[in-house]
Nanobody, 114 residues
Framework: QVQLVESGGGLVQAGGALRLSCAAS????????MGWYRQAPGKQRELVAT???????NYADSVKGRVTISRDNAKKTVYLQMNSLKPEDTAVYYC????????WGQGTQVTVSS
């Protein structure tokens, strides 16, 4: 059973920063595309960022320039560095692993106060 465990969420003021982590287990991490999605209250889940096994990244327009996704294959961990946070970034953030179907973590809450 694939396991994805997110951490690093919390409450932060607008303009602040957070780094989310997602530790993966029971997958061949180095050849797995990873991603972060989020879901705000009353809204559909949406893509935040993805990273391929080779390190190519893709970002939602709403977070470009403020968010960086990265991975550490030795630690089987994917990160999401979020800077200049806005209240509209408030959501539950989910880690994903495409192995080969998509697995989801349990989510971590990010709340940005104005």
């Amino acid at each position: 059973q694939v396991q994805l465990v997110e951490s690093g969420g919390g409450l932060v003021q607008a303009g602040g920063a957070l780094r989310l982590s997602c530790a993966a287990s029971r997958i061949f991490f180095s050849i797995t595309a990873m991603g972060w999605y989020r879901q705000a209250p009353g809204k559909q889940r949406e893509l935040v960022a993805t990273i391929t096994p080779s390190g190519s990244t893709n970002y939602a327009d709403s977070v470009k320039g403020r968010v960086t996704i990265s991975r550490d294959n030795a630690k089987k961990t994917v990160y999401l560095q979020m800077n200049s946070l806005k209240p509209e970034d408030t959501a539950v953030y989910y880690c994903t692993a495409d192995w080969p179907t998509r697995y989801w973590g349990q989510g971590t809450q990010v709340t940005v106060s104005s």
